[in-house]
């Protein structure tokens, strides 16, 4: 059976930190891409960052580069979002998702164009920030 599970999330105020985890079991984990989207109330999901396990190529979108970071380790089929200098538009539930291979994230005008699905998804974990 295919796992994610999400934790981490918590109650931080602004500037704080948080380290999201993601456990996968069930599949290969080498051979597929992991990324952490993001749900705030009344917003559609966003993409945040996402890791390729077969070269370690991350990438991160605008809205969080050089606050969070992404990584994983191999030996516990884990990936962890380190999320520094945290603002109150952070406020969201975060989910983690498993894609074949590749993230298939294309950045082209400021943003990320993601080509495809992912195959599996976690439970979200709540992140709240306090101003």
């Known amino acids: 059976e295919v796992q994610l599970q999400a934790s981490g999330g918590g109650l931080v105020q602004a500037g704080g930190s948080l380290r999201l985890s993601c456990v996968a079991s069930?599949?290969?984990?080498?051979?597929?891409?992991i990324a952490w989207f993001r749900q705030a109330p009344g917003k559609e999901r966003e993409g945040i960052s996402c890791?390729?396990?077969?070269?370690?190529?991350?990438m991160h979108a605008d809205s969080v580069r050089d606050r969070f970071t992404i990584s994983s380790d191999k030996s516990k089929n884990t990936v962890f979002l380190q999320m520094n200098n945290l603002e109150p538009e952070d406020t969201a539930v975060y989910y983690c998702?498993?894609?074949?291979?590749?993230?298939?994230?294309?950045?082209?005008?400021?943003?990320?164009?993601?080509?495809?699905?992912?195959?599996?998804w976690g439970q979200g974990t709540l992140v709240t920030v306090s101003s």
């Open positions: 890791i390729e396990n077969d070269d370690g190529r991350t």
């Open positions: 069930g599949f290969t984990f080498d051979r597929y891409a």
């Open positions: 998702a498993a894609l074949r291979e590749q993230c298939g994230w294309v950045y082209y005008g400021g943003k990320f164009y993601h080509t495809k699905s992912p195959e599996h």
